[in-house]
C-alpha cells in the first residue's frame, strides 16, 4: 500500500543542479527514515543521503557540501537538492522509506545524467 514516485530527474551539464522529489502516499510519513540512494550501471545501490524522523540528516562523503535532503511532512514529499553535479553522479536516483527490516519501501527510480 505505501507507494513513492520520484520526479525532478533529467539530463543535466556538469556543474548544473537538480531537484529531485518524492511523494510518499500510504504511509506515517512523519516516522519514516528516507533517503535517496542511487544505482550506476554495474555499481551497488549507494546512499545519497537520509533525513530521520527527528530531523537529523546523514550523507555520504562524496555527497557532503553539494547535496541537501530536506523534508515537508505536511506535503508527504521528501526533496533531494544536487548541486555542482559531476559525470560520476549520473545514476538512477530511488527514493527510500524506511522503519524496519519488514518495512521498506522503494520508489521505482528517476534517472539523473550529467554530462562532462
Same mark, same amino acid.
Given at each position: 500500500?505505501?507507494?513513492?514516485? /520520484?520526479? #525532478?530527474?533529467?539530463?543535466?551539464q556538469?556543474? #548544473?543542479?537538480?531537484?529531485? %522529489?518524492?511523494?510518499? %502516499?500510504? %504511509?506515517?510519513?512523519?516516522?519514516?527514515t528516507?533517503?535517496?540512494?542511487?544505482q550506476?550501471?554495474?555499481? /551497488?545501490?549507494?546512499?545519497?543521503?537520509?533525513?530521520?524522523?527527528?530531523? #537529523?540528516?546523514?550523507?555520504?562523503?562524496?555527497?557532503? #557540501?553539494?547535496? $541537501?535532503?530536506?523534508?515537508?511532512?505536511?506535503?508527504?514529499?521528501?526533496?533531494?537538492?544536487?548541486?555542482?553535479?559531476?559525470?560520476?553522479? $549520473?545514476?538512477?536516483?530511488?527514493?527510500?522509506?524506511?522503519?524496519?527490516? $519488514?518495512?521498506?519501501?522503494?520508489?521505482?527510480?528517476?534517472?539523473?545524467?550529467?554530462?562532462?
Amino acid at each position: 500500500q505505501v507507494q513513492l514516485v /520520484e520526479s #525532478g530527474g533529467g539530463l543535466v551539464q556538469a556543474g #548544473g543542479s537538480l531537484r529531485l %522529489s518524492c511523494v510518499v %502516499s500510504g %504511509s506515517v510519513f512523519g516516522l519514516s527514515t528516507m533517503g535517496w540512494y542511487r544505482q550506476a550501471p554495474g555499481k /551497488e545501490r549507494e546512499l545519497v543521503a537520509a533525513v530521520y524522523s527527528g530531523g #537529523g540528516k546523514n550523507y555520504p562523503d562524496s555527497a557532503k #557540501g553539494r547535496f $541537501t535532503i530536506s523534508r515537508d511532512n505536511a506535503k508527504r514529499t521528501v526533496f533531494l537538492q544536487m548541486n555542482s553535479l559531476l559525470a560520476e553522479d $549520473t545514476a538512477v536516483y530511488y527514493c527510500n522509506a524506511y522503519r524496519a527490516a $519488514t518495512w521498506n519501501y522503494w520508489g521505482k527510480g528517476t534517472l539523473v545524467t550529467v554530462s562532462s
